[in-house]
């Protein structure tokens, strides 16, 4: 397994929960403003990234997963002047509905099959028992999907994608404050028990002497977790940490723990999306200062 490090990368936000015309572009953040995108960008609680890196003049590309609309995927992917038949392969982080749920309408758009790797625990049944009720389960149907052109590739191990894409694996579990989310279960074998994500996976990209990006979806196995997991697998300085960090259930002692570990691997850039919640990311932008980037859908993150 060797994971080539490329000379530029582009990570475009797809679909996250918040989108704001007016904000300003930085040195390694290019935003869209009103009148630049072939048509209006939508926001929603789902998540999704296009990933993309030059070396050498070649091209490749990965889409981190594919938010909880269809509607909303194509029509981001349409007005960013994104075709569904140039993804070249797609990585889903974990099986919940808000990161798989426009995965179907997207493969219906293509004129040939899509590889989508994926944790094999993806597949069964996710539910959440809250104060209120249960919610799910969600379903991920996997022969449903398949039937409408899309190629799974199970990984439970890390591995190399088109020699520039890592996926982790399964995520070690290390920190002592990253706790399993209480309310989350899954159905195995007909019984309901405790999710603890084993699914989930993070994706890192090696930008040539900058050091390693870390694209999380939710991190349920905790940030800190998956990052501190992607460093031990390379060995390389962590340049930039984005996605969805899931933040806002936690109490804030948590939260301060959670962004000073991830301060002292010194990224360049850290980029809260979806589900970190609002009051997490106000401590962020906080205690991270000039390092903090606001996320933003149609953002593109370049180095």
Not at 45 to 61: D, L, M, P, Q, T
Not at 255 to 269: C, D, G, I
Request: charged share 25%; with cysteine; hydrophobic share 40%.
């Amino acid at each position: 397994m060797k994971l080539e490090a490329v000379d530029k990368v582009k990570i475009t936000i797809l679909v996250d929960n918040y989108y704001d015309v007016l904000l300003p572009s930085t040195e390694h953040v290019v935003r869209v403003g009103p009148g630049q995108t072939k048509k209006p960008l939508m926001a929603g609680h789902g998540f999704s990234i296009f990933a993309e890196v030059w070396k050498n003049g070649e091209y490749a590309n990965m889409l981190i997963d594919a938010a909880h609309s269809d509607t909303v995927l194509l029509n981001n992917m349409e007005g960013l002047g994104i075709e569904p038949d140039s993804v070249q392969a797609m990585f889903l982080s974990h099986g919940h509905f808000d990161h798989y749920q426009g995965l179907m309408g997207l493969a219906e758009r293509r004129k040939k099959k899509l590889p989508v790797y994926v944790h094999p625990d993806a597949f069964y049944p996710k539910l959440l028992v809250t104060p209120r009720g249960k919610i799910g389960p969600w379903i991920f149907d996997k022969e449903a999907h398949e039937e409408k052109g899309v190629e799974f590739i199970e990984e439970r191990m890390p591995c190399v994608v088109n020699r520039f894409f890592l996926l982790s694996g399964e995520i070690e579990r290390t920190t002592d404050f990253e706790k399993p989310w209480t309310a989350a279960k899954v159905l195995k074998n007909g019984k309901e028990i405790q999710d603890y994500f084993l699914d989930e996976q993070a994706l890192g990209i090696l930008v040539k002497d900058r050091g390693l990006i870390v694209i999380a979806g939710c991190s349920h196995p905790g940030i800190v977790n998956m990052v501190k997991h992607m460093q031990n697998i390379t060995g390389e300085k962590i340049l930039c940490v984005v996605g969805g960090f899931h933040l806002s259930i936690l109490p804030d002692e948590v939260v301060k723990k959670t962004v000073k570990a991830l301060m002292e691997f010194e990224p360049e850039l850290i980029m809260p999306c979806h589900c970190t919640g609002f009051k997490p990311t106000v401590m962020m932008f906080e205690m991270c200062g000039d390092r903090f980037a606001v996320n933003c859908v149609g953002s593109s993150i370049v180095f």
